[in-house]
């Protein structure tokens, strides 16, 4: 059983659906989501043509965590308890995952953790994602680790080496996939209308909604944003997709609405984003999957966080760590602007990420388990 629950875990699991679907007649599938995100994963299921088996729809306006996280633990046990799975399959380092984990265990569940050993070694950030990830490890029987460094981040932990594999990222998979699509008509006519399409402007992409982002830092961030915008009013677009969070919705919408060259959007679907990263000059997210799609797509990224778990994209030189104050977002995009050495040398790094046949790898370590 494969569960989960927002949109990323929906993008880097598709790939994994695919692959684990080649294998009929030793595995059957059953997908199961508890739909913590509505609008934002059902887009990412119809690209890749994915119809849950399951659908536990728990979203709610503006749920707290504690909300959350015991309206999964109630409405997922049954199903758990009915299907009685012999492995259950989670992603990443959302509130599901973390209580997936838990309720595998308590049933006595096998469990892979996709993603595993992603660590920034600081309990408050990501929140709650650094914690959800280190209780999934506790209690994961394989650890899909994308990079050697997310191994040794497991080791560490008195993880032992035979239950963990090195897989790469399905992020890539579902990026190889999904680029052989061609851009959509919504794309198009976004770079058109903000000058992006006939080289007037250069494109600035914007995505954040990290919960250590809410309050100040977002507005700190927007105040970057609009001081960008008024410096290079003729030269840049700045595209917001904005987070459907109305902890990010409404500071954002507040602040910057009126701004000239930027333009807020509803969040974009993984199809038509993927096609406008490849487009931007530059990219400013505090985003996790971008951190490993700007890699692969070679456009420079400034990450809108103090820490982050994925060290391997900075070493590489595609990603910057800025974090959120003002005036070093702002000094920081406007040197990527300006000096095209420096954007070039960004822009050619090599993505550490994987070669986009994570799944395939995730696949054969499951069969492996069960054969020999
Ligand atoms: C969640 C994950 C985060 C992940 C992010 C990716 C947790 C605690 N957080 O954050 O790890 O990086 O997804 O996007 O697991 N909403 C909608 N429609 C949607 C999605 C969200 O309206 O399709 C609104 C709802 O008001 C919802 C709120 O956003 O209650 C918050 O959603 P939640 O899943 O709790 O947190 P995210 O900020 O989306």
């Known amino acids: 059983m494969v569960i989960f629950g927002t949109r990323p875990e929906a993008v880097k699991m598709a790939p994994v659906i695919k692959a684990l679907r080649k294998y ?33 729809d728990l979203m709610m306006p503006d749920q707290k965590l504690a909300q959350l996280t015991a309206r999964i633990f109630t409405g997922l046990d049954p199903v758990l308890e009915k299907h009685r799975p012999d492995w259950l399959l989670i992603q990443g380092d959302t509130t599901t995952v973390m209580t997936a984990a838990i309720l595998g265990y308590y049933q006595h569940i096998k469990i892979g ?52 594999k090195v897989t790469g990222n399905p992020a890539i998979d579902a990026l ?9 008509p919504q794309v198009e006519t976004l770079l058109k209308e903000t000058g992006v399409a006939d080289g007037n402007r250069r494109l600035v992409l914007v995505t954040a909604h990290r919960r250590e982002n809410f309050g100040q830092p977002i507005l700190d961030i927007c105040c970057a944003l609009q001081r960008l915008a008024e410096t290079y009013h003729d030269q840049i677009a700045i595209i917001y997709p904005v987070h459907l969070n109305p902890n ?38 505090d985003s996790g999957g971008i951190q490993e799609e700007a890699p692969s797509l070679g456009v420079p990224t400034l990450v809108l966080r103090q820490r982050t778990e994925r060290q391997e994209g900075v070493t590489a ?26 954007h070039a040398a960004m822009s050619g790094a090599v993505n550490p990420y994987g070669d986009g046949y994570a799944a395939e790898r995730i696949v054969a370590a499951l069969l492996a388990t069960h054969t020999g």
Not at 176 to 184: F, G, V
Not at 248 to 257: H, N
Not at 327 to 342: G, K, P
Request: charged share 25%.
């Open 113 to 164: 953790h996709v993603e595993a050993g992603l660590r920034t070694h600081d309990k408050w950030q990501p929140f709650p994602e650094e914690i959800n990830r280190r209780i999934a490890a506790v209690v994961t029987d394989l650890h899909f680790a994308p990079t050697e460094n997310n191994r040794q981040n497991l080791l560490r932990e008195g993880i032992p080496d035979e239950t963990i």
């Open 24 to 56: 009929p007649e030793q595995i059957e599938v059953t997908v199961c989501v508890t739909a913590q995100h509505r609008e934002m994963l059902d887009q990412v299921l119809d690209a890749f043509n994915i119809t849950p088996d399951i659908d536990l």
């Open 176 to 184: 190889r996939i999904i680029s052989q699509q061609p851009a959509p």
């Open 248 to 285: 990010i919705q409404k500071p954002v919408y507040q602040a910057l609405s009126g701004v000239k060259n930027i333009r807020l959007l509803p969040p974009l679907d993984y199809l038509p984003l993927v096609h406008m990263m490849k487009h931007a000059a530059l990219i400013l997210t």
């Open 317 to 342: 030189g595609t990603l910057k760590l800025v974090g959120t104050d003002p005036d070093l977002i702002f000094n920081e995009a406007r040197h990527l602007l300006d000096d095209s050495t420096a």
